[in-house]
């Protein structure tokens, strides 16, 4: 089974919904964080959380909120999704050894 | 501008041949960097890791290297194979930053 698990994997929706990307993780870290990825660009850090009681924006946490709900769930929310937020949705998870990132498979979130 | 660029952005070889990737930053102060492996549809995949003492690093087929003076790195694969074909990752991070700075990546594609 994978480490990090993302659902939905494709989703489409449209102006003004509101959506919700669930991630869950068995690797045991405390560390989570959520990106997007856009064509030509870097992933850019929406949010992360360093434990079920913190959670701190990244880069571009305007239009999202998150939510920790335990240790191993950590859950990426679009109020009232615009076209702009069209794009692919990383979560990932940071410890062991080496202090890695690992990530999941993705979210193709399409909002028309 | 973004403080991590890759070149080139894309790259096309034959199989068997060897390709160079660069990764050039303006992170600072510098902690380390980081290569991936990204697959169409997949999540990145760490390939190695260098800290600001290490110069070069080897992952089977991958090798990178690090001029931490010159700020640059680069990834070297030999002997490329179709699977090799994908996004390749560079991210850096600094001193008591808690995120990561990636790169737009340069997708590889290896052709028979």
């Known amino acids: 089974d994978a480490d990090v698990t993302q659902t939905p994997r494709n989703r489409i929706t449209k102006t003004g919904k509101r959506i919700m990307l669930e991630c869950s993780q068995t690797k045991g870290h405390d560390r989570m964080y959520w990106y997007r990825q856009d064509p030509g660009l870097g992933l850019r850090l929406i949010y992360y959380?360093?434990?079920?009681?913190?959670?701190n924006k990244g880069e571009i946490s305007d239009g999202y909120s998150v939510s920790r709900q335990a240790q191993a769930k950590f859950s990426l929310s679009l109020e009232s999704a615009i076209p702009n937020q069209t794009a692919l949705y990383f979560c990932?998870?940071?410890?062991?050894?080496?202090?890695?990132?690992?990530f999941g498979p993705g979210t193709r979130l399409t909002v028309l | 501008k973004n403080q991590v660029e890759q070149s080139p952005q894309s790259l096309i070889i034959l199989e068997g041949k060897n390709c160079t990737l660069q990764?050039?930053?303006?992170?600072?102060?510098?902690?380390?960097l980081r290569w991936y492996k990204q697959d169409t549809g997949r999540g990145p995949v760490s390939l190695t890791i260098m800290t600001f003492s290490e110069n070069t690093k080897s992952n089977g087929r991958y090798t990178a290297t690090l001029d931490a003076d010159t700020k640059q790195s680069s990834l070297h694969i030999t002997a490329s194979q179709l699977s090799d074909s994908a996004s390749y990752i560079c991210?850096?991070?600094?001193?008591?930053?808690?995120?990561?700075?990636f790169g737009a990546g340069t997708r590889l594609t290896v052709k028979p």
């Open positions: 990764c050039n930053y303006t992170v600072s102060p510098f902690s380390n």
């Open positions: 991210v850096v991070s600094a001193v008591n930053n808690n995120d990561m700075r």
């Open positions: 990932a998870t940071r410890g062991g050894t080496y202090n890695e990132q690992f």
């Open positions: 959380s360093f434990d079920v009681k913190d959670i």
